[in-house]
């Protein structure tokens, strides 16, 4: 087996990884939230919660996604076009991210340490 095939696998291996953590991560975020919403005492946090840790599955296999996304590029395909393609998405996904972040918490990055501390958000 040439080097190339094997990066190849491994690639495929990570990617099938990172759509692994995101669709069970999702589906064990549902399993979770679904007795929480039917439960009156917790249905009100049950939404925020299931927000909350499906973003955070979305976001690990993003992150995955992209190691992917690098190995196959520096180790396969090193072309000009492949890494212009590859800053492309590495870019989405970092907008994605944040975008996913902002949204779980509700408040911006650099605005964190004033939720922390007890102020409300800007």
């Known amino acids: 087996m040439a080097f190339e095939e094997v990066i190849r696998t491994v690639v495929q291996v990570v990617e099938a990884a990172g759509a692994g953590i995101m669709v069970l991560g999702g589906a064990s975020a549902f399993v979770v939230a679904v007795p929480r919403a039917l439960a ?34 520096i180790l396969v395909d090193l072309t000009t076009e492949s890494v212009l393609g590859l800053a492309g998405i590495v870019i989405i996904r970092i907008l994605l991210s944040f975008s996913l972040e902002v949204e ?19």
């Open 40 to 73: 009156v005492a917790s249905r009100k946090s049950a939404y925020t919660e299931l927000r909350r840790n499906l973003g955070r599955a979305i976001l690990l296999g993003l992150e995955v996604l992209i190691v992917a996304d690098i190995i196959r590029t």
């Open 104 to 122: 779980m918490d509700g408040v911006w990055p650099w605005a964190r340490w004033r939720v922390r501390r007890g102020d409300p958000p800007a």
